[in-house]
């Protein structure tokens, strides 16, 4: 069985930093990895998405990378903002692409002014 | 990016009752939905995969009879809590993957269900 983990549960961090938040599975058989920020209440917004046969993708200050083989993947958040406080998830879909995704439990981000 | 909309985004229900929620994907069609609950510092999982015109697949440990879900048409699916109780109250999420699509997910905002 899948599982997804992610460190640390929780950051805090002043703005302007670069940080990194990690994620790790447990079954390298993935189809693909997207990374997610959700805030308070609310549902997913998507952030990036990693193709099994891909090793990394940007979106702004944004990059996620992907090491299928030792089953890791990091986004990488530049100059970070207040705006960007969230929890961070992580969530793999496994291969054959039919079911749903494995979540890990998220990274709470907090950004100080 | 693609939109879901969920309703309702939140619903109060005395225990015992049936709630129904909806998930459409606006402005896409979607041959797969799924459903998801997220308990309060918890993680998404996964309830069932919702197939049009198909009966939907649960994951082990949901209650098929509990939580019924249709998915009458490519762009709706509805997830029926029955019989509802206070154990039942969560965040439940629906996500639609875009026909033909490489795989990205895109997810509704949601909808808060307190059970009384």
């Known amino acids: 069985k899948q599982e997804v983990t992610q460190i640390p549960a929780a950051l805090s961090v002043p703005e302007g930093e670069n940080l990194v938040l990690n994620c790790s599975f447990t079954?390298?058989?993935?189809?693909?990895l997207q990374w997610f920020r959700q805030d308070p209440g609310k549902g997913l917004t998507s952030l990036l998405l990693?193709?099994?046969?891909?090793r990394e993708q940007t979106s702004g200050r944004l990059n996620a990378s992907l090491d299928k083989s030792s089953g890791r993947s990091t986004l990488y958040i530049a100059a970070s903002q207040p705006g960007d406080s969230a929890t961070y998830l992580c969530?793999?879909?496994?291969?054959?692409?039919?079911?749903?995704?494995?979540f890990g439990k998220g990274t709470h981000l907090i950004i100080q002014p | 990016g693609a939109v879901v909309s969920q309703h309702p985004s939140r619903v109060i229900c005395k225990s015992g009752t049936s709630v129904k929620i909806e998930c459409r994907s606006l402005?896409?069609?979607?041959?797969?939905m799924f459903w998801y609950r997220q308990f309060p510092k918890q993680s998404l999982m996964l309830m069932a995969t919702?197939?049009?015109?198909?009966?939907?697949?649960?994951e082990q440990g949901v209650e098929k009879d509990k939580f019924l879900i249709n998915h009458a048409s490519l762009t709706l699916s509805t997830l029926t809590v029955t019989s509802a109780h206070p154990e039942d109250s969560s965040f439940y999420i629906c996500?639609?993957?875009?026909?033909?699509?490489?795989?990205?997910?895109?997810f509704g905002e949601g909808s808060r269900l307190t059970v009384l």
């Open positions: 996500s639609a993957r875009v026909r033909g699509n490489t795989g990205e997910l895109f």
């Open positions: 079954d390298s058989a993935i189809y693909n």
């Open positions: 990693i193709q099994s046969s891909q």
């Open positions: 969530a793999v879909r496994p291969w054959g692409g039919a079911d749903g995704l494995t």
């Open positions: 402005d896409f069609q979607a041959t797969t």
């Open positions: 919702s197939n049009e015109g198909s009966k939907a697949t649960y």
